[in-house]
């Protein structure tokens, strides 16, 4: 149980781009996903939190408008990223909350996005 | 959340045990210690996650301090797919406290 899965798992874009990556809870409802980025040799640092429903909470530093993000159903979120530059390429990563098992807050991760901006 | 200390890297013969330690001199009362791995080029998996009592599950065990300052991950028999970024965290285990921030952890590296 607690799956999550993301889709592309690798993706090659032209720079000035949009790409979209989609996160999926398989097995259980994500009231709550999270998504990172991580680059080459570097921990995970947190981009924005989303809730179903509502509109996400992006961290300090992380451009709203560049990085969309929806939160549309209890099992999927998707990541937009809007107008890609070569900076941008990195491993991006969601995480989400099993909102059924109260007291439980353990994330789950998904095997991660890796884009490559050209 | 309180902030950790952990080795950048340590080195686990084949078969043998991996003990990994984690500072956690500020911890509060209501903190957990959670531990996660990530292998090179995937997402991060959970571990396992403790308050003050020792936890074991079928990955490993984790060994809590009784002051609670710092805590140690056991892989009893390491093997090769045990080669990963491991990470300490530690933080509120309720609803609205759901962030995960990661440090550097500790690059375990298990040889043959």
Known sequence: ?118 | DAKTTQPPSMDCAEGRAANLPCNHSTISGNEYVYWYRQIHSQGPQYIIHGLKNNETNEMASLIITEDRKSSTLILPHATLRDTAVYYCIVRLSQTGANNLFFGTGTRLTVIP
């Not at chain 1, 996903?33 to 909470?57: C, D, H, I, V």
């Not at chain 1, 530093?61 to 390429?89: M, Q, R, W, Y």
């Open chain 1, 1 to 118: 149980g607690a799956v999550v899965s993301q889709h592309p798992s690798w993706v090659i874009c032209k720079s000035g781009t949009s790409v979209k990556i989609e996160c999926r809870s398989l097995d259980f409802q994500a009231t709550t996903m999270f998504w990172y980025r991580q680059f080459p040799k570097q921990s995970l640092m947190l981009m924005a939190t989303s809730n179903e429903g509502s509109k996400a909470t992006y961290e300090q530093g992380v451009e709203k408008d560049k990085f969309l993000i929806n939160h549309a159903s209890l099992t999927l979120s998707t990541l937009t990223v809007t107008s890609a530059h070569p900076e941008d390429s990195s491993f991006y990563i969601c995480s989400a909350r099993d909102g059924g098992r109260p007291g439980h807050n353990e994330q789950f991760f998904g095997p991660g996005t890796r884009l490559t901006v050209l």
